[in-house]
């Protein structure tokens, strides 16, 4: 995914930065997240898989093959338009929740799991590539019969309920304010029971991105500051990060995937 940066957030600047003056910083309740547009969304998005997209599903497809799991209860936060998380946790899934907050991509993903657009086979393609999910011949229908969609909020979500779980673009990107995010990273963590396997991805350093009309916050992350927030959750952490491909105009520097296991 390759989210549209803020404007004039060049990297070019003087030497000697500016002194910081604080803004007030836009949290998530202050946000019009109904304004989504999951179909402008995933025309810029994801219309046409990217390969830093393939790169990041191909990993997350090998983690999860690895992770010796089966018949999981599984989750994933804030889906908003992208269904490749939940397509990586297919072949494993008893069930899929996908939670989201906004009611426009609430209403999507109900529509698009009972038989998702075609657009997505690519995904899912990478995906076969591995055994695993090979062996899963009708993705589509099994969506269909596993897939639940939920209207919730990550800071709602309860605790140690499912067994692997995926968060997109979803801490760095739901407020301009890193508190918000950590806790959103603890909130996904604790939502896991102990041991799961789990998928996160993160922008990094991102000021914000338009969606259709519409303009959402985002919070600066830096590489650290993740890791921070990883670590009182989750063991065997694994990160890496992604370049985007082609590279867009400046205002991110680039995503971030960590792979891993949560305390609970
Ligand atoms: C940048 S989009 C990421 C969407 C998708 N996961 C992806 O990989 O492209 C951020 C998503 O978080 C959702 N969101 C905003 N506030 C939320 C909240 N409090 N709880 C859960 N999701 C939220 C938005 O509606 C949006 O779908």
Redesign the pocket.
């Given at each position: 995914?390759a989210?549209i940066p803020a404007a004039g957030a060049g990297c070019s600047g003087p030497s000697t930065p500016p002194p910081r003056v604080e803004s007030p910083r836009t949290v998530?309740?202050e946000?019009e997240?109904d304004g989504?547009d999951?179909g402008a969304?995933v025309q810029h998005?994801?219309s046409v898989l990217r390969d830093d997209d393939r790169e990041i599903l191909c990993r997350i497809r090998d983690f999860f093959a690895g992770a010796k799991i089966a018949g999981a209860d599984c989750v994933?936060?804030?889906?908003?338009?992208?269904l490749?998380?939940t397509l990586s946790l297919l072949p494993f899934a008893r069930s899929v929740e996908l939670?989201?907050?906004?009611t426009?991509?609430v209403r999507w993903l109900r529509d698009q799991i009972s038989g998702y657009d075609e657009c997505w086979d690519a995904y899912w393609q990478v995906c076969a590539e591995h055994a695993a999910y090979a062996a899963l011949t009708d993705p589509r229908s099994h969506l269909a019969r596993v897939g639940r969609v939920s209207q919730?909020?990550?800071?709602?979500l309860p605790r140690r309920v499912w067994s692997a779980g995926?968060?997109?673009?979803?801490a760095?990107?739901?407020?301009a304010d890193r508190v918000e995010a950590e806790s959103?990273i603890g909130r996904f963590l604790g939502a896991l029971r102990p041991g799961s396997p789990f998928a996160a991805?993160f922008?990094l350093g991102s000021n914000g991105?338009r969606?259709g009309q519409h303009w959402?916050p985002?919070v600066q992350l830096h590489r650290a500051e993740v890791v921070a927030s990883m670590a009182a959750g989750a063991y065997d952490v694994d990160m890496h990060e992604v370049r985007p491909t082609p590279s867009l105009r400046d205002g991110y520097l680039g995503m971030l995937l960590v792979t891993g296991r949560s305390r609970g």
């Open positions: 995914m989210l998530n309740s946000v997240w989504f999951p969304y998005n994801y994933d936060v804030g889906s908003g338009a992208n490749y998380p939670c989201e907050y906004s426009a991509n919730l909020s990550v800071f709602d995926t968060m997109f673009f979803v760095c990107s739901i407020s959103a991805a922008m991105y969606v959402f985002a």
